[in-house]
């Protein structure tokens, strides 16, 4: 009952937008809107026990909304997520694990973010606090702003999004420091919100340098309260985060390199570690864009359901069946098709190949048995639909984020990412 009627909510906030006028100014306001969804068809082979699959979505479906006021002091910002309804069996996605699916992308909440922010700048300088509902100051941007449909299998090692936030930030011209609270809990649906009785029992850091105004160096920590059992009670987790992010002046080419690594605990003793490693770059000539990335991941290899795309959620215990590193490489072209403004249209194919290996032993779980193969192929066709404003970059905030009066850095401009 709850989704349908965030969906009728949903559904209601599209209905007035005036695409002529995606942005404008109300009073001391200045407000922009936009949306986006990507229609794609996908074939694994294999995707589990022998068998080739093919399946076809509407994901991402986005709608945000982004609001200034007095010159930016204040900001509203907003993301809705209609991904509990397009894609709510989830989106095949080989080796990815989370939120109780595996080798299946999950549905991200319904309210994807809502925050409020106040900031004080003063030419390359400020400082900001932001309240609400969205990403945790750790690790790298959210896979959903980068060049590539499918997502990479380290989502949940690199990124700590859809909790109830209070962050505070300062910046100089060369460093930006956060520091947040959130709850630790996963959410268990699209439908899902923060626990309120799990309101602030977690916490993170994050330090970025900025050596020129293209280039970015992040690094990050967090202590996670049991994500995974939203009772409370299991296993915590310690995170580390490292990246180095580049993009031209003209936002056609753009570069990161990242390193995560997420610890579990029960108590003061570590129990399992999984690492990641990852590259992506991209480039666009004209209307033509290419990106490439390389990913080697570790990952759980968890208990599964009758329902062999889903695991056990919460776990049942603190075992695992075995682990496994996974090695994925992804290339992706596209091209823009013109079309009227405020539109944009643009049809892409991606291909990859992942290998797996076991990296525990004796292990309950052979991956080349399970699938068939000792690796996976995946093809992804389809287009990315959008109107009104630009994809944001999510997971900074305030004085966070990379533009400020001064510093026109590396605000990902999506129409030339993707």
């Known amino acids: 009952m709850k989704s349908t009627r965030l969906y009728i909510l949903a559904t209601v906030l599209l209905i007035p937008i005036d695409l002529s006028a995606q942005s404008g100014q109300f009073g001391p306001a200045h407000v ?32 945000m909304a982004m609001a200034s006021l007095w010159n930016d002091a204040l900001q509203l910002k907003g993301t809705l997520d209609l991904e509990g309804v397009t894609i709510k069996r989830g989106e095949l996605n080989a ?16 309210l994807h973010e809502l925050l409020i922010t106040g900031q004080r700048i003063a030419g390359d300088n400020g ?41 505070g930030a300062v910046r100089t011209r060369r460093v930006i420091l956060e520091a947040g609270l959130f709850n630790g809990d996963e959410p268990e649906g699209p439908g899902d919100v923060p626990n309120r009785a799990r309101y602030w029992d977690s916490w993170s850091g994050r330090v970025t340098l900025i050596p020129f105004p293209q280039g970015e ?24 985060s490292a990246s180095i992010r580049l993009e031209d002046a003209q ?43 390389f990913e080697r991941t570790e990952r759980p290899d968890e208990p599964r359901l009758t329902n062999e795309f889903m695991t056990p959620l919460p776990a049942n215990d603190l075992s695992i069946t075995g682990r496994s590193r996974w090695t994925i490489v992804t290339a992706r072209v596209a091209a823009l098709v013109p079309v009227p403004m ?8 991606e291909i990859a190949r992942a290998r797996f290996t076991p990296t525990l032993t004796p292990s309950g779980f052979d991956p080349a048995q399970f699938y068939g193969a000792d690796h996976i192929w995946s093809f992804s066709v389809g287009a990315t639909l959008k ?6 970059r999510m997971g900074r905030y305030g004085v966070a984020t990379t533009e400020m009066r001064g510093m026109k850095m590396a605000a990902m401009d999506m129409d030339g990412m993707r």
Do not use: C
């Open 32 to 63: 922009e809107i936009g949306a986006q969804a990507i229609g794609v068809v996908t074939r694994e082979s294999p995707a589990i026990h022998g068998r080739d699959l093919t399946e076809g979505y509407l994901t991402q479906p986005l709608v």
């Open 95 to 110: 080796g990815i694990l989370g939120e109780g699916y595996i080798d299946r992308r999950h549905p991200h909440t319904y």
């Open 127 to 167: 400082a900001s606090v932001t309240l609400g509902k969205g990403f945790a100051p750790f690790g790298t941007d959210d896979p959903m702003a980068r060049p590539f449909e499918k997502y990479p299998i380290n989502h949940h090692l690199a990124q700590i999004l859809e909790r109830a936030v209070a962050i």
């Open 217 to 240: 160096l992040q690094g990050s920590y967090a202590r996670v309260r049991s994500p995974e059992n939203a009772r409370g009670g299991g296993e915590d987790q310690h995170k580390q």
């Open 251 to 293: 936002h056609s080419g753009y570069g990161l390199l990242e390193w995560a690594r997420t610890s579990d605990y029960v108590g003061s003793t570590r129990t399992f570690s999984f690492t990641s490693l990852l590259a992506e770059t991209s480039a666009r000539y004209g209307v033509v864009s290419g990106a490439l990335r």
């Open 342 to 349: 405020p539109f944009t249209v643009e049809p892409f194919a």
């Open 387 to 392: 109107v009104g404003m630009k994809h944001m």
